[in-house]
């Protein structure tokens, strides 16, 4: 039998080809830390070189025990397994959050915790629900760990699909973290800023929209998209908060991607629904945006100049109520027009 982690075939004594799983189990309850160490390792091959990852699920309270007891040297492994485990069976490892959480607020320092945040995240993907009470501890970790984990962040993203009000004390550290690293930290942040904003319609800070601010015309797509959105949620609670930088949409309104353009016309959209002199920066793109070739982008470029009743528009969208082949744009244009001073 292999009992040092190995890559030979294992004998089998139950379990699937390649992995005994009783064997591995009765190794784990060895009371020396040489077997259990032997048998973390198998399971690390398992996972690692014969992707069987779904055939060590049943390991994991025993994992988690191992974890939880002091002056073992291989812990980080130990975390490794569980957060491939969770990724692999989500709900298997929900039962042990709060373990998990425990010891990575009494290892913030420790390599393990890496890990284990990222075990985290791949709970809170499935069940955002188990995490979120334990939102303030994590919080705790990620504020006293040097940089920003980026397990630790999903984290904070995924809590915020289930409960946005939970993630109420991790704004400083999204903001925070926005602002270290932009575009590393941009995507699991702005998601979760956004969520919570339009959760609970309120602002605790400013600082982030500004960091929003620098990604609205960044090359990836995503992250992009997830920047104009941010401070489109901001914009409908606090349009005065985005007021500042809605010069920097104009980037946005002449992207390549046309649901760029859409995204950040909407987002002017809703800050001119509060403050009308907020499109001036961009008055003259959102008007070109009228003859644009895509229906949703002339909707949207509609919307935001009927907020902000920009009466220079008038021509051109009397002419898109009366002759734009799509009848949203229509219907739209005939909307803003009314809303101009010269509509008549």
């Known amino acids: 039998m292999d009992v040092d982690g190995g890559g030979g075939l294992e004998q089998q004594g139950g379990g699937v080809a390649g992995f005994d799983l009783p064997a591995v189990l009765a190794q784990l309850d060895d009371p020396a830390p040489t077997e259990q160490r032997a048998a973390v390792r198998r399971i690390r091959t398992a996972i ?22 002091p002056g073992l040297d291989f812990h980080e492994e130990i975390a490794a397994c569980l ?17 998990i959480v425990a010891v990575a607020a009494d290892r913030t320092d420790r390599p393990e915790t890496r890990q284990l945040l990222r075990c985290l995240a791949a709970v809170a993907a499935e069940r955002p629900d188990v995490v979120a009470d334990h939102t303030t501890a994590i919080v705790d970790i990620l504020e006293q760990r040097r940089g920003f984990d980026h ?12 409960d946005p009000a939970a993630i109420r004390p991790a704004v400083p550290v999204l903001t925070d973290a926005l602002a270290v690293n932009p575009v590393e930290n941009g995507t699991p942040a702005l998601r979760a800023l956004g969520r919570f904003v339009r959760s609970e319609g309120e602002l605790p800070s400013r600082e982030f929209v500004t960091h929003a601010a620098t990604l609205v015309d960044h ?3 995503a992250l992009r998209h997830d920047a104009i959105g941010c401070l489109g949620d901001v914009a409908d609670h606090d349009p005065a908060a985005v007021e500042p930088v809605c010069g920097s949409l104009g980037a946005s309104l002449s992207c390549s991607d046309p649901d760029t353009r859409a995204m950040a016309a909407m987002t002017l959209a809703r800050v001119a629904d509060g403050i009308e002199s907020a499109l001036e920066p961009v008055r003259d793109q959102l008007c070109e945006l009228l003859a644009d070739d895509y229906p949703h982008v002339r909707v949207n470029a509609c919307i935001a100049l009927g907020n902000g009743r920009v009466d220079a528009a008038a021509p051109r969208l009397r002419a898109l109520a009366s002759d734009d082949p799509a009848p949203n744009v229509r219907d739209r244009a005939e909307w803003a027009l009314t809303r101009t001073t010269v509509s008549q």
Do not use: I
């Not at 990852?53 to 025990?65: M, Q």
């Not at 692999?88 to 709060?98: G, K, N, Y």
């Not at 397990?151 to 289930?162: C, D, I, K, M, P």
């Open 151 to 162: 397990g630790g962040l999903e984290v904070l993203a995924h809590v915020s699909t289930a």
């Open 48 to 69: 690692d070189e014969r992707g069987l990852a779904g055939a060590c699920v049943p390991t994991v309270p025993k994992l988690r025990a191992l974890l939880e007891r």
């Open 83 to 99: 957060a491939d485990l969770a990724a692999e069976a989500p709900t298997d490892v929900a039962p042990s959050t709060a373990a």
């Open 219 to 221: 090359d990836e797509t």
